[in-house]
């Protein structure tokens, strides 16, 4: 087996040894089993990437290259570790004029845009659980993910694909949760073509998913059971408990047979697969060898 050294690359440097034995007590190995056996990542007390990482190295090296933003248009923005440590503290701080803190869960749907990485470490900075999502989220959608992880702020891009789903979903469960006696559905297709029967069946579930999260919101006894029923059941990787407890398991289900992970772990899904962090959290607890190499 080749001796193995650890080298790290960021783009045209390699990070100094220092920066390296800060976080791995090791960086050199003889073989591969040596590599699988003694590597430790040494993760400091309090650990927080925008502190640790990212304000490290604008104090030893402001100027070094840290991002590099392009488009399909040629265009293309460079930002050191000095401009990264400035913008997300200036980030950190409107979030934080927001009421945003420890432990708060903040969506971003910001696109291909180099904000994201401002807007990613300054949650970071503040100790808020970041939850990345996609421009393709649906009103459903939005509604579900708010519902489910008690999202208390979302960072959007300013794109009417993305403002307009999320003003119809915080709209419908707002105005259940104020008090409206019926919510009117509306469709993928609205003010685009007549309706058909899936555009309906979209609409719909928006309507039930808004009708469901006002529920909650008003503290009517016992509306949340199904949402804590399904977080044991993803807990677990039950599949079949899931289906069960999902507004449309007849998709829930096709999604997943279309869609099936590998064999060696079929327990997850083919998002994530053997990387899946849940079933790394179960294989711990279980004091089970955690099979990710």
């Not at 990212?54 to 923005?77: C, F, M, R, Y």
């Not at 449309?248 to 079929?266: F, G, M, Q, V, Y």
């Amino acid at each position: 087996m080749p001796y193995i050294r650890f080298l790290i690359l960021n783009s045209q440097f390699l990070i100094p040894k220092v920066m390296i034995e800060r976080f791995l007590s090791q960086t050199s190995f003889t073989s591969q089993e040596d590599f699988i056996k003694n590597l430790k990542i040494n993760v400091p007390e309090n650990f927080n990437f925008g502190y640790d990482v990212v304000d490290a190295w604008s104090a030893e090296q402001p100027d070094k290259p840290a991002l590099l933003w392009t488009n399909d248009k040629g265009e293309h923005i460079q930002f050191s570790f000095a401009d990264m440590k400035r913008y997300t503290d200036m980030t950190a701080s409107y979030f934080q004029s927001l009421g945003i803190g420890h432990g708060d869960m903040v969506m971003l749907i910001l696109k291909r845009r180099y904000e994201f990485w401002f807007s990613i470490i300054a949650l970071h900075k503040l100790g808020a659980v970041v939850i990345p999502a996609t421009h393709l989220l649906t009103q459903k959608d939005i509604i579900y993910r708010c519902n489910a992880a008690d999202i208390k702020m979302i960072v959007c891009a300013g794109e009417s694909v993305i403002t307009d789903h999320i003003t119809a979903a915080i709209g419908g469960a707002v105005a259940a949760a104020s008090g409206a006696a019926f919510l009117c559905y509306v469709t993928p297709a609205e003010h685009l073509a007549l309706p058909n029967v899936e555009d309906v069946k979209q609409g719909i579930v928006a309507s039930k998913i808004a009708a469901h999260a006002a529920d909650i919101a008003k503290g009517i006894p016992h509306a949340r059971d199904i949402d804590d029923k399904m977080g044991d059941a993803r807990r677990v990787l039950d599949w079949d408990a899931q289906f069960a407890c999902a507004l449309d398991p007849d998709t829930a289900k096709a999604i997943r047979d279309a869609r099936l992970p590998e064999d060696d772990h079929s327990d997850t899904c083919s998002m994530c697969g053997k990387f899946c962090a849940v079933r790394s959290m179960n294989k711990a607890l279980a004091g089970e060898y955690i099979d990710i190499l």
